[in-house]
T-cell receptor, first 111, second 114 residues
Framework: GEDVEQSLFLSVREGDSSVINCTYTDSSSTYLYWYKQEPGAGLQLLTYIFSNMDMKQDQRLTVLLNKKDKHLSLRIADTQTGDSAIYFCAEKPGSQGNLIFGKGTKLSVKP | GAGVSQTPSNKVTEKGKYVELRCDPISGHTALYWYRQSLGQGPEFLIYFQGTGAADDSGLPNDRFFAVRPEGSVSTLKIQRTERGDSAVYLC????????????FGPGTRLTVL
């Protein structure tokens, strides 16, 4: 079946790096995404990676993909209090138009 | 330009009533998606439109749920005989068709069934 798993909580100190991990199950997934959801706000796409890539870097964000293990991670460098939010990993199976989301990881950044 | 808008932002109804939730996608986006997000969960797919037709409605939980997009733009999600378990935030997203194209999400409609 299709399932996306994430750890539920992560707490870091301001200035440290944060690493949020995700595992997915559908090997046909062509794109994998990271979305951010702040309290009372909609989902915002942070970044995505195509399944034939191993890594993608975008300013403070680094996405690593291990396709063999179906493992995706998001690293946020120099984490700021404004990064506090829930981060969702999502996969887009090749045969489908919709996204399959994990339950989200709540990132808390302490000053 | 304007993003995805959803109305109402909040809807409180009584068990057994009928509700309609509206989504206005970004102009020019041919694909439209409905998701449902319960407390502490990620969004769960309900239905996906490509133009006017439902390309995939496999996520609709039962026949009380129905959605339309008659002119290929605005969509309405309709829930009959609402139950307390239908309480959730209903999210709408739109995108250009296919591929990696980003799904832009609206702010959602919070539905509470008493």
């Amino acid at each position: 079946g299709e399932d996306v798993e994430q750890s539920l909580f992560l707490s870091v100190r301001e200035g440290d790096s944060s690493v949020i991990n995700c595992t997915y199950t559908d090997s046909s997934s062509t794109y994998l995404y990271w979305y951010k959801q702040e309290p009372g706000a909609g989902l915002q796409l942070l970044t995505y990676i195509f399944s034939n890539m191993d890594m993608k870097q975008d300013q403070r964000l680094t996405v690593l993909l291990n396709k063999k293990d179906k493992h995706l991670s998001l690293r946020i460098a120099d984490t700021q209090t404004g990064d506090s939010a829930i981060y969702f990993c999502a996969e887009k199976p090749g045969s489908q138009g919709n996204l399959i989301f994990g339950k989200g990881t709540k990132l808390s950044v302490k000053p | 330009g304007a993003g995805v808008s959803q109305t109402p932002s909040n809807k409180v109804t009584e068990k057994g009533k009928y509700v309609e939730l509206r989504c206005d996608p970004i102009s020019g986006h041919t694909a439209l998606y409905w998701y449902r997000q319960s407390l502490g969960q990620g969004p769960e797919f309900l239905i996906y439109f490509q133009g006017t037709g439902a390309a995939d409605d496999s996520g609709l939980p039962n026949d009380r749920f129905f959605a339309v997009r008659p002119e290929g733009s605005v969509s309405t999600l309709k829930i009959q005989r609402t139950e307390r378990g239908d309480s959730a935030v209903y999210l709408c997203a739109s995108s250009f068709s296919g591929g990696k194209f980003e799904q832009f999400f609206g702010p959602g409609t919070r539905l509470t069934v008493l």
